[in-house]
């Protein structure tokens, strides 16, 4: 072998062998050989990775490293003598002997058997495992929150639903807006007291019609004249059923509520604030608007939400299709 320690190019031949997979066996002591082992949970949360041990056996297996010895005698030219394998045995003799302590045997820059242990080195054991073989802490999997996604999906639903109704409230708002700019015309007539009161209306419920109501004759004009009203439909009027709108007509709209009952709720507190007014219930779509006054001119319909809208503000004029 060449000028390097002997007892270090035999570890190194060693070392390869081992490194690459394969097994060596040593004469005299056993055979050393590399096995791949899984990984292997340590407890609830620690894992140890896969990884590669050397381990020992009394049993022949592989490569004798006296052959080895001779192969690589051979292949470097030092083998002169007509018996290259006593030449390779001379030399593992040797190497054996300085090796071997005892119980122990010292494969230098691979690691120490001891009472069939083999230990590696630090640096040969990066040789084997690269990635490492340090336990590895694992998150245990999450369990399903039922509590979590039942409230997600109820915040869902509550969204679904309310954005629903809010459509179906804000069903007209273009012919809301073009009433109201109605409201600004210049020539108004004189000014008309309507004999209804005004229902105030809750905002969070959106305005969508109008009501009509019969004027003072002191205050009726040829355009803002309420027809009369039959026996029947005063009957129907006074006890609060809704009525139905008429086509053409202008009503001052104080507000549209989804039941009649909220639509009464409105009229009796109306009745409670000023008494001498009192207002209708019409029905408009699926839903029921109070009005306090109506004509067949949106002019005092103007007038009538300008007379009365620091006491009741938010009043706004509609026009039945």
């Known amino acids: 072998m060449n000028g390097t320690p002997m007892t270090e190019q035999v570890g190194r031949l060693v070392g390869n062998l081992l490194a690459g997979g394969g097994e060596v066996f040593l004469p005299g002591v056993g055979s050393l050989y590399t ?29 004798s490293l006296v052959d080895e010895i001779a192969r690589v005698m051979r ?27 005892e119980n122990l045997l010292t494969v230098e820059g691979v690691g120490v058997l001891a009472f069939k242990n083999f230990t590696p080195d630090e640096a040969f054991e990066r040789r084997l495992n690269p990635q490492g073989r340090e336990p590895v802490k694992i998150r245990a999997p999450r369990r399903f929150d039922w509590a979590l996604w039942i409230g997600v999906a109820a915040i ?5 639903y309310g954005g ?11 012919a809301v807006a073009t009433e109201a700019v109605e409201t600004e015309r210049a020539d108004m007539p004189a000014p008309v007291e309507a004999p209804d009161a005004l229902a105030e209306v809750p905002q969070a419920e ?30 129907q009027a006074e006890s609060g059923e809704p009525m139905n709108l ?53 002019g005092p319909c103007a007038q009538f939400i300008g007379l009365h809208a620091e006491r009741f503000p938010g009043m706004w004029t509609y026009t039945a299709r």
């Open 246 to 298: 008429l086509s053409g007509r202008h009503y001052v709209v104080l507000g549209v509520f989804s039941t009649t009952e909220n639509a009464g709720r409105a009229l009796r507190e109306i009745a409670a604030k000023e008494p001498a007014f009192r207002c209708r219930i019409y029905r408009f779509g699926e839903k029921f608007m109070v009005s306090p006054f109506s004509s067949d001119n949106s």
């Open 75 to 101: 292949e470097g030219g030092e083998a002169s003598q007509a018996d290259p394998q006593a030449a390779a045995q001379e030399v593992y003799d040797r190497w054996l002997a300085r090796a071997q302590e």
């Open 206 to 235: 959106l305005p969508t019609a109008g009501e009509e109501f019969p004027q003072s004759p002191g205050t009726a004009s040829s355009e803002a004249s309420v027809p009369e009203m039959t026996p029947a439909a005063e009957a």
């Open 156 to 160: 869902l639903v509550a969204l679904i």
């Open 35 to 63: 096995e791949r082992r899984s990984a292997r949970r340590i407890d609830r949360r620690t894992v140890l990775p896969p990884h590669r041990v050397v381990s020992f056996t009394s049993q022949q297996r592989g490569a």
């Open 164 to 174: 629903r109704e809010f459509l179906m409230l804000s069903g007209e708002p273009e």
